[in-house]
Protein backbone atom coordinates (compact mmCIF):
# COMPACT_ATOMS: atom_id res chain seq x y z
CA UNK A 1 0.00 0.00 0.00
CA UNK A 2 1.12 3.20 -0.83
CA UNK A 3 1.49 5.88 1.93
CA UNK A 4 -0.14 9.05 0.18
CA UNK A 5 0.88 11.19 3.24
CA UNK A 6 4.77 11.21 2.86
CA UNK A 7 4.10 12.12 -1.15
CA UNK A 8 1.84 14.75 0.06
CA UNK A 9 4.26 15.80 2.68
CA UNK A 10 7.11 15.65 -0.13
CA UNK A 11 5.01 18.08 -2.49
CA UNK A 12 3.95 20.33 0.63
CA UNK A 13 7.86 20.81 1.46
CA UNK A 14 8.92 20.79 -2.95
CA UNK A 15 5.85 23.61 -2.95
CA UNK A 16 7.09 25.45 -0.16
CA UNK A 17 10.55 26.00 -1.50
CA UNK A 18 9.50 26.99 -4.46
CA UNK A 19 7.61 29.99 -3.24
CA UNK A 20 10.82 30.68 -1.02
CA UNK A 21 12.68 31.14 -4.06
CA UNK A 22 9.86 33.18 -5.95
CA UNK A 23 9.65 35.43 -2.39
CA UNK A 24 13.42 35.42 -1.80
CA UNK A 25 13.68 36.90 -5.80
CA UNK A 26 10.86 39.26 -6.11
CA UNK A 27 10.23 40.38 -2.54
CA UNK A 28 12.63 42.91 -3.00
CA UNK A 29 11.46 44.14 -6.35
CA UNK A 30 8.22 44.42 -4.64
CA UNK A 31 9.43 46.37 -1.77
CA UNK A 32 11.21 48.80 -4.17
CA UNK A 33 7.43 49.01 -6.28
CA UNK A 34 5.45 49.68 -3.00
CA UNK A 35 7.96 52.41 -1.77
CA UNK A 36 8.12 54.01 -5.04
CA UNK A 37 4.38 54.47 -4.95
CA UNK A 38 3.97 55.38 -1.35
CA UNK A 39 7.03 57.90 -2.71
CA UNK A 40 4.51 59.76 -5.30
CA UNK A 41 1.60 59.39 -3.21
CA UNK A 42 3.48 61.48 -0.45
CA UNK A 43 5.05 63.85 -2.85
CA UNK A 44 1.51 64.91 -4.64
CA UNK A 45 -0.48 64.90 -1.39
CA UNK A 46 2.03 67.83 -0.39
CA UNK A 47 4.56 66.00 1.82
CA UNK A 48 7.75 66.71 -0.66
CA UNK A 49 10.26 66.36 2.10
CA UNK A 50 9.12 62.93 2.87
CA UNK A 51 8.34 61.84 -1.01
CA UNK A 52 11.54 62.60 -1.37
CA UNK A 53 13.25 60.94 1.79
CA UNK A 54 10.94 57.45 0.79
CA UNK A 55 12.02 57.46 -2.79
CA UNK A 56 15.56 57.29 -1.68
CA UNK A 57 14.41 54.02 -0.17
CA UNK A 58 14.30 52.63 -3.58
CA UNK A 59 17.46 52.46 -4.57
CA UNK A 60 19.01 50.99 -1.24
CA UNK A 61 16.51 48.67 -1.50
CA UNK A 62 17.76 47.41 -5.30
CA UNK A 63 21.55 48.03 -4.02
CA UNK A 64 21.28 46.44 -0.65
CA UNK A 65 19.66 43.33 -2.37
CA UNK A 66 22.55 43.00 -5.00
CA UNK A 67 25.17 43.16 -2.20
CA UNK A 68 23.47 40.16 -0.50
CA UNK A 69 23.15 38.60 -3.68
CA UNK A 70 26.91 38.69 -4.39
CA UNK A 71 28.06 37.64 -1.05
CA UNK A 72 25.66 34.54 -1.57
CA UNK A 73 27.85 33.98 -5.09
CA UNK A 74 30.79 34.12 -3.29
CA UNK A 75 29.93 31.52 -0.37
CA UNK A 76 28.73 29.23 -3.00
CA UNK A 77 31.83 29.79 -5.06
CA UNK A 78 34.13 29.05 -2.66
CA UNK A 79 31.73 26.16 -1.41
CA UNK A 80 32.59 24.24 -4.19
Known amino acids: ?23 RTYYPLILA ?5 FSVTLWFTGSQLEG ?11 SLTTVINQIEEKKKQHQS
Open 33 to 37: FVSFL
Open 52 to 62: IFVGIWVPSIL
Open 1 to 23: MLDTSSIEQKLLFTDFLCMANFF
